[in-house]
T-cell receptor
Framework: EPEVTQTPSHQVTQMGQEVILRCVPISNHLYFYWYRQILGQKVEFLVS????????KSEIFDDQFSVERPDGSNFTLKIRSTKLEDSAMYFC??????????FGPGTRLTVT | GESVGLHLPTLSVQEGDNSIINCAYSNSASDYFIWYKQESGKGPQFIIDIRSNMDKRQGQRVTVLLNKTVKHLSLQIAATQPGDSAVYFCAEEANQAGTALIFGKGTTLSVSS
């Protein structure tokens, strides 16, 4: 069964550093998403991406965040200058048109 | 503000019992609803979905009920098993591809054998 994969599983970085989280969505999906989950809290929407551009973003997704589809298989989330409060699980998801969103296993980001 | 929430943060059941997890939503524009299961340290796992033109949908051991009049969604799990222990989230979105999925806070289901 096809699945969304994410790397790395755990990323530790120092405050102010840049991080790139990577995702490989399900191959025939056209819509890609990033969500995050702070420990013990609900999953929060960050951004959706379609046809090589952002289609929707939340208030969380400020200028420190960016997304990119550098090739035909990868989808990345970059945080330019990490803050302590960026520590969370980051989930990538993908969907086809109008379909359910399937989530990856997540990357645990720890900012020290 | 939060548009999706769950009535109970925790639910404890015995193995073999049926479980019912409830969710209330407030956004009348939402017309697509999904239940996810999240085990510790893992991503949300799709369980079942329902569109607003339906009031009931069944899967394997799971049933989702949608009451649009009172904006209520429920997940019924038949013959609950220890492997069903997890956090369950309902989520809603407007029926448009690429839109944000809004999650509720989650209900932790604990199944004892």
């Amino acid at each position: 069964e096809p699945e969304v994969t994410q790397t790395p599983s755990h990323q530790v970085t120092q405050m102010g550093q840049e991080v790139i989280l990577r995702c490989v969505p399900i191959s025939n999906h056209l819509y890609f998403y990033w969500y995050r989950q702070i420990l013990g809290q609900k999953v929060e929407f960050l951004v959706s991406f379609y046809n090589n551009e952002i289609s929707e973003k939340s208030e969380i997704f400020d200028d420190q965040f960016s997304v990119e589809r550098p090739d035909g298989s990868n989808f990345t989330l970059k945080i330019r200058s990490t803050k302590l409060e960026d520590s969370a699980m980051y989930f990538c998801a993908s969907s086809d048109a109008g379909g359910a969103k399937y989530f990856g296993p997540g990357t645990r980001l720890t900012v020290t | 503000g939060e548009s999706v929430g769950l009535h109970l943060p925790t639910l404890s059941v015995q193995e073999g019992d049926n479980s019912i997890i409830n969710c209330a939503y407030s956004n009348s524009a939402s017309d697509y609803f999904i239940w996810y299961k999240q085990e510790s340290g893992k991503g949300p796992q799709f369980i079942i979905d329902i569109r607003s033109n339906m009031d009931k949908r069944q899967g394997q051991r799971v049933t989702v009920l949608l009451n649009k009049t009172v904006k209520h969604l429920s997940l019924q799990i038949a013959a609950t098993q220890p492997g069903d222990s997890a956090v369950y989230f309902c989520a809603e979105e407007a029926n448009q591809a690429g839109t944000a999925l809004i999650f509720g806070k989650g209900t932790t289901l604990s199944v004892s054998s």
